[in-house]
């Protein structure tokens, strides 16, 4: 468990600092990855997921499989926080139960889904994500408006569930 004081500026330009809030070890989860193939970010604890890249097909021309899991490749260890003692946050984050991406569930949104026809199946972990780099995490994370999710993107080259690449003209920077 670590402490995380609740810092507020006054008016004046004073500073009051008051109970420290506690971020207990359950706030915390641990276990999400990046995919090398489609930049998303996913939860590798029991298994890769579902990508949207689709496997080359064997030798012969017989298709490998209709889908694939994410490959983790390259990829760090990301942590997310279920609960957050302030800061700069975003709610409305969650995870889905097919796909085991992160995309932005406020307000029903399902987004689409590579597992499967109709939009992502929220667990119901709910995650807050930082929009600054307040805890020391990775810029270039972004949502993408076709399908929800997160993903990476300063990696040039991307692939979203719902065609193409991911899209990010209309979001913000996240760190992660």
């Given at each position: 468990?670590?402490?995380?004081?609740?810092?507020?500026?006054?008016?004046?330009?004073?500073?009051?600092?008051?109970?420290?809030?506690?971020?207990?070890?359950?706030?915390?989860?641990?276990?999400?990855?990046?995919?090398?193939?489609?930049?998303?970010?996913?939860?590798?604890?029991?298994?890769?997921?579902?990508?949207?890249?689709?496997?080359?097909?064997r030798?012969?021309?017989?298709?490998?499989?209709?889908?694939?899991?994410?490959?983790?490749?390259?990829?760090?260890?990301?942590?997310?926080?279920?609960?957050?003692?302030?800061g700069?946050?975003?709610?409305?984050?969650?995870?889905?139960?097919?796909?085991?991406?992160?995309?932005?569930?406020?307000?029903?949104?399902?987004?689409?889904?590579?597992?499967?026809?109709?939009?992502?199946?929220?667990?119901?972990?709910?995650?807050?994500?930082?929009?600054?780099?307040?805890?020391?995490g990775?810029?270039?994370w972004r949502?993408?408006?076709?399908?929800e999710?997160?993903?990476?993107?300063?990696?040039?080259?991307?692939?979203?569930?719902?065609?193409?690449?991911?899209?990010?003209?209309?979001?913000?920077?996240?760190?992660?």
């Open positions: 468990m670590c402490t995380v004081p609740a810092v507020t500026t006054n008016p004046d330009g004073s500073i009051t600092i008051t109970r420290p809030n506690l971020i207990m070890p359950g706030d915390i989860e641990q276990g999400w990855r990046w995919c090398m193939q489609c930049q998303g970010l996913y939860l590798a604890s029991d298994t890769r997921g579902i990508c949207p890249v689709r496997p080359q097909s030798t012969g021309g017989i298709p490998a499989m209709v889908i694939g899991p994410h490959k983790d490749s390259g990829s760090g260890q990301y942590r997310l926080f279920h609960a957050h003692a302030g700069c946050v975003q709610t409305g984050w969650t995870r889905c139960g097919r796909c085991h991406g992160l995309y932005f569930g406020q307000g029903g949104r399902t987004g689409c889904c590579p597992a499967g026809s109709g939009g992502h199946k929220s667990t119901g972990a709910h995650y807050q994500i930082h929009t600054c780099n307040a805890q020391g990775q810029d270039g949502w993408c408006k076709k399908c999710g997160m993903f990476y993107s300063l990696n040039g080259t991307s692939t979203c569930p719902a065609g193409g690449a991911h899209d990010a003209s209309d979001s913000g920077a996240y760190f992660i």
